[in-house]
């Protein structure tokens, strides 16, 4: 009897055990994730010359139960070019001391100083994880290089030397920022401060890539104490949003995104998306019209209409809704919108071969690869936006402009928005 109850015990110890290790480890062996202890972490990371992402947890954490998958994702397709680690505070307390671990999860990124490991501020997704690793990699292959990862050797948090960043001084802060219709993301920076130029090549980069969208400036809060001040800048480097339209500006916010290019931009593009205007709709009526959509924007949508005497104002003004409709759901793109009369503009209309499929038809230009696509299917809502679609991820089957410069425009009147009323015969008289 006494057996059986001793063994009764161990069984339900066993289980109880087991239990534990099975509902609390967030990570197994299948996964990408090295499961790091104090056994090897050192063998591993420390002493390790590869680059490591290593996230700090807890089993009972659902931020942490939220975050895994994503992690595992992100370790599967880095595997073979950053590592990826996890740690289980909860079994190995002795690493939330040694780190400073304040809260779950933290994440740490092991470069080329392992003694100094860097906080992680990038997206929580697979693909913010995957993007910020790729940025850290870069910037510990050039210190290895002995470069400093930015072009123009910018001793500056943001301006540096990229022509794309904007400097913003007391004396020009108020017309360039605060009444300006533009979003504006502005760092306040210290030329001393290290983070501020671990900062620099990425907000560079950034800046080039939200032009046209977003603005990106950069102010010396050293010097230009007076805004430092007004702004309650007590760190470096601080990003504050200031949105679009004067009044916004008033009530500016702290950026609370990631610290790398690709997080930057993301963070501004979902922010901007819902404040920019809807896209113009303009009637090609001279060269200019047509060279503006198609020379200042990334592609031109260019569009067709049947003549006033086949549509009449009611229609067309349904087809120049639609239009404005669908266009206001591609805004973030950025592209030119306009439209003509069929018949109107001959020499634009055979750049693109449009005449043999009647009216209305639609054409997406890009100028710069001397490339278009045509919409073969119906004008309405559903085909009209699954060629808009295809085209904004790079897809659509293209033909070749063959030009070396915009076709001819003819100038003609604008639309009046009236009825066209038919041509008036004249008779000879007997």
Not at 69 to 74: Q, R
Not at 155 to 176: H, P, Q, R, W
Not at 264 to 279: C, D, G, H, L, S
Not at 312 to 326: D, E, P, Q, S
């Amino acid at each position: 009897m006494v057996l059986t109850t001793r063994m009764s015990h161990l069984v339900l110890l066993c289980l109880t055990l087991c239990g534990i290790s099975l509902t609390s480890a967030l990570y197994s062996p299948s996964d990408a994730v090295v499961q790091l202890t104090p056994a090897n972490f050192d063998s591993q990371v420390t002493n390790g010359k590869e680059l490591w992402l290593v996230e700090f947890y807890a089993p009972w954490c659902g931020h942490c139960k939220n975050l895994a998958p994503e992690w595992k994702k992100a370790a599967s397709a880095l595997q073979g070019v950053v590592k990826v680690g996890a740690v289980d505070v909860d079994a190995h307390q002795e690493f939330g001391s040694r780190f400073g671990i304040k809260g779950f999860p933290t994440i740490k990124v092991f470069g080329a100083n392992k003694k100094s490991p860097t906080e992680y501020n990038g997206a929580r997704t697979a693909s913010g994880i995957v993007d910020s690793a790729m940025a850290e990699l870069k910037k510990l292959v050039n210190a290895r290089l002995g470069g400093s990862g930015s072009k123009g050797g910018s001793s500056g948090g943001g301006s540096g030397n990229n022509k794309d960043v904007i400097t913003l001084t007391d004396s020009n802060f108020e017309e360039m920022v605060m009444q300006s219709e533009d979003m504006w993301l502005v760092e306040f920076f210290a030329p001393w401060c290290g983070h501020c130029k671990k900062l620099a090549p990425e907000w560079a980069r950034a800046a080039t890539d939200l032009k046209g969208k977003v603005k990106l400036g950069a102010v010396d809060a050293t010097t230009e104490t007076n805004l430092a001040q007004k702004y309650g800048i007590r760190g470096y480097p601080t990003i504050k949003h200031f949105p679009s339209g004067k009044a916004a500006k008033q009530s500016p916010v702290d950026y609370d995104g990631g610290r790398t290019a690709s997080d930057i931009v993301a963070w501004a593009e979902t922010k901007a998306v819902v404040n920019y205007p809807p896209p113009e709709l303009t009637q090609i009526i001279d060269a200019e019209i047509l060279k503006e959509a198609c020379t200042e924007h990334s592609v031109c949508v260019v569009t067709f209409l049947p003549h006033i005497l086949d549509d009449m104002a009611v229609g067309r003004n349904k087809k120049l809704a639609l239009l404005k409709k669908i266009g206001n759901e591609f805004k973030q793109k950025n592209w030119g919108w306009v439209w003509a009369e069929g018949g109107t503009q001959p020499a634009v209309e055979s750049a693109v071969g449009v005449g043999g499929f009647g009216y209305p038809a639609m054409v997406v230009v890009n100028v710069k690869k001397n490339v278009f696509v045509t919409l073969r299917s119906a004008f309405d809502e559903e085909h009209v936006t699954e060629l808009l679609k295809a085209v904004s991820v790079g897809r659509g089957r293209t033909e070749p402009l063959q030009l070396t410069e915009l076709p001819k425009v003819d100038k003609i009147e604008k639309w009046d928005g009236k009825d066209g009323k038919p041509p008036v015969e004249e008779h000879d008289e007997f």
